[in-house]
């Protein structure tokens, strides 16, 4: 579907930032935050635990339910109160580059994505998202507009992403960080090809 834009000289505004979201501990409950640095690896922060089951193998929310009620101050849970939240003997949380596994793309979704009948089935609007996009008083984003956006470069306060793939359950797109700097609720978006 396509999105009305306003040019701008540094690219055509297509969206604004309502929502910026951090997830510590992989697979748990994440935390709203009104700014955040984007590195090289994504959002700084996002995703740099996660727990492990006796075997050494990262548990998952979809296999052990109770992780996604776990929040970022569980982070720092002693492995028995881990154990008895979870229901898993032996599970304990470990940085996440200890697993030597890349960080996850940045997360982006427009606002009312769900609505958009490409959307994959099922998906959650709310999960998982690190940045929520919605119309601004110019522009309007039709719902799933961001997913005709791979390819392209988001320039979003003082950094850039380029937009990499489609997820395969998730609704947005997955961006890359081209480069570097810092973001906040409020900030247009602006898209260059």
Do not use: F
């Not at 748990?28 to 700084?44: F, S």
């Not at 490409?118 to 998906?123: F, W």
């Amino acid at each position: 579907m396509p999105v009305s834009s306003r040019a701008e000289p540094d690219g055509d505004v297509v969206a604004i930032v309502v929502a910026l979201l951090r997830y510590p501990l992989k697979s748990a409950a994440g935390e709203r935050l009104e700014r955040a640095d984007l590195e090289a690896g994504g959002l700084a922060g996002d995703r740099a635990w996660l727990v492990e089951g006796p075997d050494g193998r990262p548990l998952r929310a979809r296999d052990v339910a109770a992780l996604a009620l776990l929040t970022p101050d569980d982070v720092h849970l002693r492995a028995d109160a881990l154990e008895d939240r979870l229901g898993v003997t032996g599970a304990h949380v470990v940085a996440a580059d200890t697993r030597q596994a890349p960080r996850a793309a940045v997360h982006v979704v427009g606002r009312g994505a769900e609505a958009d009948p490409q959307a994959p089935p099922g998906a959650d609007p709310g999960r998982r998202a690190n940045l929520v996009l919605a119309s601004t008083d110019d522009v309007e984003l039709a719902p799933g507009a961001e997913r005709g956006w791979v390819g392209a470069v988001l320039a979003i306060g003082t950094a850039e992403l380029r937009v990499s793939r489609l997820p395969g359950r998730c609704l947005g797109v997955y961006a890359d960080v081209s480069v570097p700097g810092t973001i906040a609720v409020g900030d247009l978006v602006r898209r260059r090809r």
